[in-house]
């Protein structure tokens, strides 16, 4: 690449807008935060969201969006009525939250949890200092990571590797490139549970307790720490309760004849 070009690519990742939201732009709601009255739209914003410190928690009413990236400082956390997005990556020094999706083409690190009430996803990592939720699925291009639980309605996928202090839940099925580990808890999907074969699965490996659940219709990988727990396919129930009704013909057909006996 050329000197000009390189100017190009790099001016690019330099030149932009950042709207720095300080106390001035705030409207004090709770103990816990405010609510931002800037006059700035921030539901598609081009260039950089900056929040300054030790402001707690910063709710704005509806989407919170940036071409570059979100950040909270120390002590500010970030909650939207509606979705969170961001071009590049989002960080807050206490909690993220969103009514429908966050969503960053790099990362997205919270110094507490993160909590999206449909999906959360990522072009690198999703890190946590307490909970992931998501009532839909959670989807990092690496690894996904949090100092407690993860959970989500559908499904969870990292590229690399899934960690939690605690439990590890999805509705449907858990994926991970590399191996999954919950440090206290279980591992519980509906469906099915996948690895990369060269790594293993690991659930309560601190726990007091000792082994913890690892749980699913199906399990693709080794699981190295862990009670494994395979939970019957719906075929398997299906056949399971039409057997069990023929069961219970057989038994009346029986009681039928058994009375008619009797009575010779």
Known sequence: ??????LEEFKKFSDYEVLRIT?????????YGYDYIGKEDV????GAIEIEANLGLVKFKGSLRATKYIVASAGS???AGSDIEAGWGIKA??????????EAGWGIKAGWGIKAGWSIEAGSGIEAGSDIEAGWGIKAGWSIEA???IKAGWSIEAG????AGSGIEAGWGIKAGWGIVSLYSWIKAKLKITIDSRCRIVAGIFSYDGEKEVEAQEIEGQVAYGKVNLLPKPETQNKKKELMSKADELIAKANELKEEAEKL
Request: net charge negative.
């Open 160 to 163: 690399s590797g899934i960690e």
């Open 77 to 79: 956390g970030i909650e």
């Open 1 to 6: 690449m050329n000197t000009k070009k390189a």
């Open 93 to 102: 020094g206490w909690g993220i939250e969103a009514g429908s999706d966050i």
């Open 43 to 46: 539901s598609n914003f081009d």
């Open 23 to 31: 106390k001035k732009e705030l409207k004090k709601c709770d103990d």
């Open 147 to 149: 100092g407690w639980g």
